[in-house]
T-cell receptor, first 113, second 110 residues
Framework: KAGVTQTPRYLIKTRGQQVTLSCSPI?????VSWYQQTPGQGLQFLFE???????NKGNFPGRFSGRQFSNSRSEMNVSTLELGDSALYLC????????????FGPGTRLTVL | DAKTTQPTSMDCAEGRAANLPCNHS???????VYWYRQIHSQGPQYIIH???NNETNEMASLIITEDRKSSTLILPHATLRDTAVYYC???????????FGAGTTVTVRA
């Protein structure tokens, strides 16, 4: 079974730009969660989508948004990029209502200059 | 408050078993023990989880003490590819959010 895939793997943007990251979960998984990971803050939860609906949300500004499609693929968007948005963005998928096993993708490394 | 306490680092010889301890003295009755690892600059990888019984899968074994206040992750035959940061997490199964502490940096040496 294919794992979680994320594209692109690396991105370099400048302040003020916007970016869209994509995540394809494991086949059959309907929950997709997004995390931001930085050396200083560690792993921070952004939001979770299930059946095209945002089910849970972390404490991030409105510049961070996401969506999920009917095939469970998910995208997250960051607008008006700031230097502090430089991070590894991780996507994790899990089965319907079970968070016992969350499977992460390789991440997208975003660098904001 | 940190829910788990792990050693900062440990070394292990290739081919030997690696035993990673974790203390979680304030664990609640409905909370599970989860282990993840993260190889440098890659996404975290789920390893195993358990409630109170010992668990084993193709990657590792999880031994939880009877009082559930501590546990040990066992990698039976460590390889160089097992070099990673290992995170012990305590949470309930319906808690959607993962949060990693500092973890244990495991270095497997040839």
């Amino acid at each position: 079974k294919a794992g979680v895939t994320q594209t692109p793997r690396y991105l370099i943007k400048t302040r003020g730009q916007q970016v869209t990251l994509s995540c394809s979960p494991i086949s059959g998984h309907r929950s997709v969660s997004w995390y931001q990971q930085t050396p200083g803050q560690g792993l921070q939860f952004l939001f979770e989508y299930f059946s095209e609906t945002q089910r849970n949300k972390g404490n991030f500004p409105g510049r961070f948004s996401g969506r999920q499609f009917s095939n469970s693929r998910s995208e997250m968007n960051v607008s008006t990029l700031e230097l502090g948005d430089s991070a590894l963005y991780l996507c994790a998928s899990s089965l319907d209502n079970s968070y016992n096993e969350q499977f992460f993708g390789p991440g997208t490394r975003l660098t904001v200059l | 408050d940190a829910k788990t306490t792990q050693p900062t680092s440990m070394d292990c010889a290739e081919g030997r078993a690696a035993n990673l301890p974790c203390n979680h003295s304030t664990i609640s009755g409905n909370e599970y023990v989860y282990w993840y690892r993260q190889i440098h600059s890659q996404g975290p990888q789920y390893i195993i989880h358990g409630l109170k019984n010992n668990e084993t899968n193709e990657m590792a074994s999880l031994i939880i003490t009877e009082d559930r206040k501590s546990s040990t992750l066992i990698l039976p035959h460590a390889t160089l590819r097992d070099t990673a940061v290992y995170y012990c997490i305590v949470k309930s199964s319906n808690d959607y959010k993962l949060s990693f502490g500092a973890g244990t940096t495991v270095t497997v040496r040839a």
